[in-house]
């Protein structure tokens, strides 16, 4: 059954939000292998909340990391060792969104990053990026190092407003499929979002 592993450019843009709507959109179940940050609600609380997918298709982390930081540094001040070989992915009934910490070079443990955790797993990754300025240098690099690693992207989910110029200069440079860009919902709730995931991404780009 497929995997979507879903990445992003950066921290805070938009991957839970995007996560969950996908989950939804294709009746996945939601994996986040390490959680970093506990105190604030966690994303696989905001993906419930987001998606409305019941709780046994909710997975319960790998990790759940107190400090909300990179996760090698969240599991060196928890007093937590992450053993790679409990990040082995998850066999389920069915699709299965995973969805990384932060940016593709975000460390793990040791020198192992997100992207080489994904080049483990030998998933394709969805690159979740903002339309916002910034984005064609932080899209570039992030693609550039996961290919580097023998990470094929799937394609790019845009979360923003639009700017075309933008998105158009990824998808050239970057030789990568555009799979489509969530607009700012607001108010963002898991209603919104099944029509607006619907109305800019065709679930058939991730089955
Ligand atoms: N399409 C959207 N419409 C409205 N708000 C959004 C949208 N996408 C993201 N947000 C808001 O932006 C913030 C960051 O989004 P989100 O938690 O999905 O980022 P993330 O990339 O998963 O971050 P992290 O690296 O912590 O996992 C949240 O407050 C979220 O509600
Ligand atoms: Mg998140």
Excluded at 59 to 83: F, Q
Excluded at 183 to 199: N, Q
Aim: proline content about 7%.
């Amino acid at each position: 059954m497929s995997t979507i592993v879903v990445t992003g450019t950066d921290t805070d843009v938009g991957k839970t939000v995007f996560a969950a709507g996908l989950a939804r959109a294709i009746g996945a179940s939601y994996w986040k292998p390490v959680q970093a940050g506990t105190d604030d609600g966690t994303d696989p609380m905001r993906v419930a909340r987001l998606s409305g997918l019941p709780p046994e298709r909710i997975l319960p982390e790998a990790y759940a990391l107190a400090t909300p930081c990179s996760p090698h540094r969240a599991a060196a001040i928890d007093g937590v060792t992450i053993d790679l070989d409990r990040l082995a992915l998850p066999q389920v009934d069915g699709p299965l969104v995973v969805e990384g910490a932060g940016g593709v070079l975000v460390p793990i443990v040791g020198t192992t990053t997100f992207a080489d955790l994904f080049a483990r797993w030998g998933m394709p990754v969805v690159l979740v990026a903002r339309t916002a300025l910034g984005t064609i240098n932080h899209s570039l690099l992030s693609i550039e190092a996961l290919r580097a690693r023998g990470v094929a992207v799937r394609g790019i989910a845009f979360v923003g407003e639009s700017v075309p110029d933008s998105e158009a200069t990824i998808v050239r440079l970057g030789d990568v499929k555009r799979l489509g860009r969530l607009p700012i919902l607001d108010p963002l709730d898991a209603d919104t979002l099944a029509v607006s995931f619907a109305d800019h991404f065709d679930t058939r780009d991730f089955l």
